[in-house]
């Protein structure tokens, strides 16, 4: 699965055989529809929200390039200004703010491999469960983790040694609740 262009978002028909493929990560075209098609577009796109909205214009962010994390199915980041998760366009590197007009620039995005076992680990979630970052305290997941908690919800493995490491985990479990009945024994 070659991801060039990263052409892994549309949900289309596939008429050969009657079914509907389904959309895994969205980016500025899924979410703002027609609007953000390209690149010019979404930057029009941006400044009609500022404008309409009384925000001023954009302006480019200088700072560290934020990273880039799936947030209920869609790619986007923590804007380093205002905290809104505007979508990244995955291809460009680029995520536009809505709320504060920052254009951020040379996203941090994961290399081309990493994404594409993101996108098949994300495939079988329902839409809500689609999320790279503990819910807990928000820190990201690592692809083994995310993994991991596909075979714990019940579904296929991605990566290789996704099946060793939850039995190993169910194992501490196990031995853990033997010893914890030990102690309560005595």
């Known amino acids: 699965m070659a ?4 052409r892994l978002f549309r949900a289309r028909r596939v008429d050969s055989v009657g079914v509907l493929t389904m959309v895994v990560l969205l980016g500025p075209h899924q979410v703002h529809g ?12 941006q400044r009609a929200i500022l404008r309409r909205n009384g925000r001023g214009d954009p302006w480019v962010y200088l700072g560290p390039p934020p990273l880039m994390f799936v947030s209920g199915g869609k790619c986007v980041i923590d804007c380093p200004n205002c905290g ?24 941090g995005v994961p290399a081309a491999e990493d994404l594409e076992t993101l996108t098949a680990i994300m495939a079988n ?16 997941a690592t692809l083994s983790e995310l993994d991991v908690e596909n075979v714990e919800r019940g579904l296929p493995p991605v990566l290789d040694d996704t099946e060793a490491i939850v039995a190993a985990r169910r194992a501490a479990v196990a031995d853990a609740a033997d010893a914890q009945h030990i102690r309560e024994r005595r």
């Not at 809104?84 to 996203?107: H, I, K, M, T, Y």
Request: hydrophobic fraction near 30%.
């Open 3 to 6: 991801l060039g262009r990263v």
């Open 125 to 140: 979630r329902p839409q809500a469960a689609r999320n790279s970052r503990h819910a807990d305290d928000q820190r990201p």
């Open 84 to 107: 809104n998760g505007p979508v990244v366009d995955v291809s460009r590197r680029l995520a536009l703010c809505c709320e504060c007009g920052a254009v951020c620039e040379g996203v």
């Open 34 to 45: 027609s609007n953000a098609r390209t690149e010019a577009e979404y930057r029009l796109f």
